[in-house]
C-alpha cells in the first residue's frame, strides 16, 4: 500500500475517489489529472497508481461511488406509480449533484451497463406497470434516454436557454406525468377492452 508523505499516513481509495470527486465537481473531468489529483492529496504521482491503473479506471471508480449513493426505491408494495416518480427524483438528484461526472457517465456507454442494481429495479417496476417481458428492454432503453435528454438539457444549461420561462422543477414533474401516462396507456392496449358483462 502507498503512504503518503503526509504524517506518514497510508493513502486509500476513499480518499482517493473523494478527493477525485470534489476535483471534477470543481472544474470538470478535462481539468481533472494524476497530477493534479497527486498534488491535492499531497502525494507523489506514482503512488496513485498503486491503487488505480490509469485515469479511466480512476473516474470509473469514482463514478460507482456515486452510483452507490442513488436511492433506489424499495420494493414495498407502494403503487409503481409512485416507485416510478421516487426513482426519476432520485436519478434527478444525482445528476444535479456532480452534473460533470454525470456528462462523463453518459459519453461512457460501458459505466452505465455496469449499474445491475439500478436495472433490476428499472426493471421489477416496469413489470409492475405491466410492460410484457419481450417489451421490457426496448422500454426501459427508451424511458433511460428521455429522462437522460431532459437531465442533459437541464444540466448543461440549455434548458434555460430555450424559449420560455423554464422552470425545471416543474418541467421534470411534467415529464414524469407524461411517462407515467404512457406506461398507463400502454398497460391499457396490451391488456385489451374489459369482458363483456355475461347476459348481454
Known amino acids: 500500500m502507498a503512504v503518503s508523505a503526509r504524517r506518514g499516513q497510508p493513502l ?3 480518499e482517493i ?3 477525485t470527486l470534489r476535483l471534477v465537481d470543481a472544474a470538470g473531468v478535462d481539468g481533472l489529472s494524476m497530477r493534479k ?3 491535492e492529496l499531497d502525494v507523489n504521482p506514482m503512488s496513485l ?3 488505480v ?3 479511466e479506471a480512476l473516474m470509473s471508480g469514482a463514478c460507482a461511488v456515486v452510483a452507490s449513493r442513488l436511492r433506489l ?3 414495498d408494495g407502494a403503487p409503481w406509480q409512485d416507485q416510478l416518480r421516487a426513482l426519476g427524483h432520485a436519478y434527478r438528484s444525482l445528476a444535479r449533484s456532480h452534473p460533470s461526472l454525470w456528462s462523463y457517465v453518459n459519453g461512457h456507454p460501458n459505466l452505465v451497463k455496469q449499474e445491475n442494481t439500478l436495472w433490476a429495479v428499472f426493471n421489477r417496476i416496469l413489470c409492475a406497470a405491466g410492460i410484457p417481458a419481450e417489451d421490457l428492454v426496448h422500454t426501459r ?4 434516454t428521455f429522462v437522460s435528454g431532459f437531465l442533459s438539457a437541464e444540466t448543461s444549461g440549455l434548458l434555460f436557454e430555450l424559449e420560455g420561462t423554464a422552470d425545471a422543477d416543474s418541467a421534470f414533474e411534467i ?3 407524461l411517462i407515467v401516462a404512457g406506461l398507463e396507456s400502454r398497460h391499457s392496449a396490451v391488456a385489451g377492452p374489459p369482458p363483456e358483462p355475461l347476459g348481454r
Open 37 to 39: 489529483l497527486a498534488a
Open 73 to 75: 426505491p424499495a420494493d
Open 141 to 144: 432503453k427508451v424511458l433511460y
Open 12 to 14: 486509500t481509495l476513499e
Open 17 to 19: 475517489y473523494a478527493t
Open 49 to 51: 497508481y498503486h491503487h
Open 53 to 55: 491503473e490509469n485515469k
Open 175 to 177: 415529464a414524469l406525468d
